[in-house]
């Protein structure tokens, strides 16, 4: 009986037992369970939620974990409901999971979409860079066609400019190099620079100085020997040459020289004309160009010890003079006051120098071109001239100085010079040049010729090519053609005829002032007129010359009884048709002559 009592006993207590270890086991299953969850809600987060939003997931996974641990903890009464609630949840969050994963695999397809259009955006940007590459090569190209051709147009405004007219400036030609209120001075830039026919010249330089009335061009100096032309006013020049200073009086007409070096200082004296001076240059120190040393500036550029050395005097006087802090500067022509200028002219009597040399005493610097007996005068104008044998200072310039005043209407005979550059700026007046060039010709040619003369080449006739180009060269000339007014520049080289022509339009004459340099040895040979070169020819020569007898060449040549200058053609036009037939073999005879001059020079 006891063993059957015992039994029952045995068998509840196993069954607790197991019932105990069963709710233990499934304790620890349902908390392995909990973190397994916690883990995979963690795993979801970081795998299906956009990066913005995993925190806050991963907090709500840990907010369903803490929950779920607080109903664990009231016991195990209503497991079964929180089982029942956790497989909704689970099946809540399976379902979330898979709605996740399927925004997850549509936002897959949409950010392969988006990196598809980012890498057709990064095709296209790196298309739209290539062409922007080819664009900028073909751009850099473009730039360098197009520096190629501004050269290549440069050059050939150059060979224009040398084709149409080399030997002629207009007044825009001239470039302002001083500018003040009272004055400036404007130069010609370097005629090597303006023409390379014009290399023999490239020492020499042309500028104008116009001066206010009552104004004062500063004491300086320039780095090139200058000769000058006094076109319109009065004034006084000082020159301090060799440690003497002397001062003149000069007016319309008068030349001054001043050697390299020479401090010089200029006023005009006149209360209502500016004063118009026209120059000359022969650059010594780099060739064609020229600096004007102001002496204040010159002494204030020096440093401080050696002026306080050079100067015996205190350092507050020499700034007042010299430094920046002085008194205000005032430009390179100033304004002089009335007593000022007449302090000028008095100094300019009491030296005993006038422009009225050589006949008021001895001057070495200054002369009146005007006052003296014309070389050439008729009722078409006059020519006046001075060189080294009237005027020693000249003589170590080699320069001949000359101004010809043309009537209206009238126009010099056509001539050439020997050995002289002639170098002339138009005073007043306007009319037309023309002057007769050999090299225009023959370069204009040189491009047309070398074609042909490689295909000649090819073809194996080269030597007949050049012989016949040189004999074509030796019978070929251009004339060149301008019009002229004030202001304007032109340069006739040795061996080139040349005319002016002054207009008769206008009431002025046309008047011209020229430097003619290497006039040592120059002559002037006339090719018309009383005195031309043609009528001194042999019979037998003029008849060879022209090919017709002598006396009809002498009828022609002998018809013009003027010298110098002459009747311009408009002049001419009331002449009758015997005339005008005589006029026109006088053209065809200088016009062989020229060929003929021209191919020898």
């Not at 397809?109 to 990064?122: A, F, H, L, P, T």
């Amino acid at each position: 009986m006891a063993i059957r009592a015992t039994i029952p006993l045995l068998f509840l207590l196993a069954s607790g037992l197991l019932f105990a270890a069963a709710v233990g086991t499934s304790s620890e299953e349902e908390s392995r369970r909990g973190e397994h969850s916690l883990r995979e809600c963690q795993q979801r987060c970081e795998r299906d939620r956009p990066r913005y939003q995993r925190a806050q997931c991963v907090q709500e996974c840990r907010d369903q974990q803490q929950q779920w641990e607080h109903e664990q903890s009231h016991g195990h009464g209503h497991r079964g409901d929180r089982e029942h609630e956790r497989e909704q949840e689970q099946g809540r969050g399976d379902r979330e999971q898979e709605q996740e994963r399927g925004r997850g695999r549509h936002g897959d397809r949409e950010q392969e979409q988006e990196q598809g259009r980012s890498r057709r955006g990064d095709r296209e940007q790196e298309q739209e860079r290539g062409r922007g590459r080819h664009g900028d090569r073909e751009q850099e190209q473009e730039q360098g066609r197009g520096r190629r051709g501004d050269r290549e147009r440069e050059r050939e405004g150059n060979q224009e400019q040398d084709s149409r007219r080399p030997y002629v400036f207009g007044p825009r030609s001239f470039r302002s190099i001083v500018r003040s209120d009272q004055g400036f001075i404007e130069a010609l830039r370097p005629f090597n620079e303006e023409s390379r026919l014009l290399r023999g010249i490239k020492n020499y330089r042309v500028t104008i100085i116009k001066a206010n009335p009552r104004s004062f061009i500063v004491p300086g100096y320039p780095d090139a020997d200058t000769i000058s032309y006094v076109v319109q006013g009065e004034g006084v020049v000082t020159l301090i040459e060799n440690g003497e200073k002397r001062s003149y009086t000069v007016r319309q007409g008068d030349v001054v020289v001043a050697p390299a070096g020479t401090i010089r200082h200029l006023a005009n004296t006149d209360g209502r004309r500016k004063l118009i001076v026209a120059n000359i240059l022969h650059t010594i120190s780099v060739p064609g160009k020229f600096q004007y040393f102001l002496g204040e500036s010159l002494v204030s550029s020096l440093s401080k010890r050696v002026q306080r050395a050079a100067f015996k005097s205190s350092d507050e006087r020499r700034e007042k003079l010299f430094g920046r802090q002085g008194r205000k500067k005032q430009g390179f022509i100033v304004r002089a006051s009335p007593e000022q200028v007449r302090e000028f002219l008095r100094h300019a009597s009491e030296g005993g120098q006038s422009h009225h040399w050589p006949f008021g005493g001895d001057s070495r610097s200054t002369y009146n071109l005007l006052e003296q007996r014309p070389t050439i005068a008729n009722r078409h104008g006059r020519l006046y001239e001075v060189d080294a044998r009237s005027f020693r200072a000249l003589g170590d310039q080699d320069v001949r100085v000359s101004f010809a005043n043309i009537t209206a209407g009238s126009m010099t005979a056509p001539y050439y010079n020997t050995q002289s550059v002639k170098i002339s700026v138009v005073l007043e007046g306007e009319g037309e040049v023309e002057i007769v060039c050999p090299h225009l010709s023959q370069d204009s040619e040189r491009h047309q010729q070398g074609q042909s003369e490689r295909e000649h080449h090819q073809r194996g006739h080269g030597s007949e090519s050049e012989s016949e180009s040189e004999q074509q060269q030796q019978e070929k000339y251009q004339t060149i053609r301008a019009r002229v007014s004030r202001g304007s520049a032109l340069v006739v080289p040795p061996g080139h005829p040349a005319v002016a022509i002054s207009s008769s339009r206008g009431s002025n004459n046309l008047q011209i002032v020229c430097f003619e340099i290497n006039a040592q040895k120059n002559e002037r040979v006339w090719l018309a007129g009383k005195n031309n070169v043609l009528g001194k020819l042999d019979r037998p020569a003029k008849e060879l010359t022209f090919g017709t007898p002598a006396r009809e060449v002498d009828e022609v040549l002998e018809a013009q009884q003027d010298e110098g200058f002459l009747a311009g053609p408009e002049q001419q036009q009331g002449q009758g048709e015997e005339e005008w037939r005589h006029r026109g073999r006088g053209e065809e005879a200088v016009e062989s002559f020229l060929r003929m001059a021209t191919s020898a020079f």
